[in-house]
């Protein structure tokens, strides 16, 4: 088990490579615990948002990855008052022939967004900042979490 904060994640997926092919494996790997009763989320944080087109069908434009993380930079900047509401933008994926199902952050191109956000002081930190407060929302802990992203997500500011 691995605490992060104040939340128990015990098995915590980094899938991150150059190119194609992380897709499909986050997709198996997110429906393999959740049939097994484990709550799984996916955050997609692929530019492509392919992760979100396989799972849930279609991009979600309205409320993805991209309006929550410009939003939390707008915060961060002090021109909201109030931190984004994220779990309004999680989906959920059922997995066919099972009635179990994990949810899903839709991903959104945050290449278009990329230099407001490592603007932000200490801009490595906002990954955690929007799990923190999906967490703080939603009230549980995740079994899993599984990241599909790009690999500027993880350098640190510093």
């Known amino acids: 088990m691995c605490p992060i904060n104040n939340y128990n994640v015990y098995n ?9 092919g992380k897709n499909n494996p986050g997709g198996e790997y997110g429906g393999v615990p959740t049939i097994d009763g484990r709550k799984v989320l996916f955050i997609d944080f692929d530019p492509s948002a392919m992760a979100t087109r396989v799972l849930l069908g279609r991009t979600i434009d309205e409320c993805n990855l991209k309006t929550l993380m410009k939003r939390l ?9 109030s931190m ?17 199902a994990f949810y899903v952050l839709p991903g959104g191109n945050l290449d278009e967004i990329s230099s407001d956000i490592k603007n932000v002081p200490d801009w490595g930190l906002l990954l955690r900042s929007l799990i923190d ?18 690999n500027w997500v993880y350098q640190s500011s510093k």
Do not use: T, W
Request: aromatic share 8%.
């Open 73 to 81: 930079v707008e915060y961060r900047r002090g021109y909201l008052k």
């Open 133 to 150: 407060k999906l967490m703080e929302e939603i009230g549980y802990d995740f079994d899993v979490i599984i990241l599909d992203s790009p």
């Open 12 to 20: 915590s997926i980094h899938i991150s490579k150059r190119r194609c």
């Open 84 to 100: 984004p509401v994220i779990n309004e933008c999680l989906r959920q994926h059922v997995i066919p022939g099972n009635n179990a």
